[in-house]
T-cell receptor
Framework: GENVEQHPSTLSVQEGDSAVIKCTYS??????FPWYKQELGKRPQLIID?????GEKKDQRIAVTLNKTAKHFSLHITETQPEDSAVYFCAARPYSGGGADGLTFGKGTHLIIQP | KAGVTQTPRYLIKTRGQQVTLSCSPISGHRSVSWYQQTPGQGLQFLFEYFSETQRNKGNFPGRFSGRQFSNSRSEMNVSTLELGDSALYLC???????????FGQGTRLTVV
């Protein structure tokens, strides 16, 4: 089955700086890669996703890049703000003959924005 | 549009008991997936239902089961509870099997 590795487990950056979180996946059949943000005590919320036919996607201060050959994808947050502090999860979803399967998540990155 | 609703929000059960959790998906969504979240293992996929059929299953013992009704609402059952089953159980719904997943707030299960 799919295996997703996520690094780092904790990331502390100064407010206004950029943050980068990296994930690798193992199953070449995976074709969908979402990123979720989870604040303490709240549900995971989708912040951006990318499909395997695209190399990069941007949404304001957030961007995701995908390298299918190397099987890795990254989340980039620019001009970080205090409200960006949360745990971020990457995920991969394989596509089997019967349709898309469940999400396999990385272990999460605790992003801390220092004022 | 109402989001994904899970009930109850909190549960305390004793070892050996069984428990049933409920998930109501976003209106029009036909796929419901269940995940277990723990500090040690993170978010782990339990199973997915689409149009009342279980489509795939994660690596969990047979004590974990589920079902989906014709209105797309889903229930998850855990029998013979163990201390290690203490976790946040999240469900997520999708409009179809190719679209993005939206999570409910979860049910916090504590087994004592």
């Amino acid at each position: 089955g799919e295996n997703v590795e996520q690094h780092p487990s904790t990331l502390s950056v100064q407010e206004g700086d950029s943050a980068v979180i990296k994930c690798t996946y193992s199953d070449s059949a995976s074709n969908y890669f979402p990123w979720y943000k989870q604040e303490l005590g709240k549900r995971p919320q989708l912040i951006i996703d990318i499909r395997s036919n695209v190399g990069e996607k941007k949404d304001q201060r957030i961007a995701v890049t995908l390298n299918k050959t190397a099987k890795h994808f990254s989340l980039h947050i620019t001009e970080t703000q205090p409200e960006d502090s949360a745990v971020y999860f990457c995920a991969a979803r394989p596509y089997s003959g019967g349709g898309a399967d469940g999400l396999t998540f990385g272990k999460g990155t605790h992003l801390i924005i220092q004022p | 549009k109402a989001g994904v609703t899970q009930t109850p929000r909190y549960l305390i059960k004793t070892r050996g008991q069984q428990v049933t959790l409920s998930c109501s998906p976003i209106s029009g969504h036909r796929s419901v997936s269940w995940y277990q979240q723990t500090p040690g293992q993170g978010l782990q996929f339990l199973f997915e239902y689409f149009s009342e059929t279980q489509r795939n299953k994660g690596n969990f013992p047979g004590r974990f089961s589920g079902r989906q009704f014709s209105n797309s609402r889903s229930e998850m059952n855990v029998s013979t509870l163990e201390l290690g089953d203490s976790a946040l159980y999240l469900c997520a719904s999708r409009k179809n099997r190719e679209s993005e997943a939206f999570f409910g707030q979860g049910t916090r299960l504590t087994v004592v």
